[in-house]
C-alpha cells in the first residue's frame, strides 16, 4: 500500500489543534473590503473551529498526517 499523501490545498486552510479540533480561518476577507461594512470586516476576523463530523472527513481524507 502506499502512503497517503496530504492534500496540499488543505494544508494551507486548516490546522488541527492539540485536543485534535480543525481549526479554519472566515472565508470573504481576502479582497472587496471597501463593500464590507465595518462589523463584517471585524468579525472576519481571526479562526473558526470546524463542526466535528466535517473535521473528523478533513482529518481523515485531507490531512492523514497532520
Known amino acids: 500500500m502506499p502512503k497517503l499523501k496530504t492534500k496540499s490545498g488543505a494544508k494551507k486552510r486548516f490546522k488541527i489543534t492539540g485536543t485534535g479540533k480543525v481549526v ?4 470573504g476577507k481576502r479582497h472587496g473590503m471597501i463593500k464590507r461594512t465595518k462589523k463584517q470586516i471585524r468579525n472576519l476576523r481571526g479562526t473558526n473551529i470546524l463542526f466535528k463530523t466535517d473535521g473528523e472527513n478533513v482529518k481523515k481524507y485531507f490531512l492523514p498526517n497532520g
Open 24 to 27: 479554519y480561518a472566515h472565508r
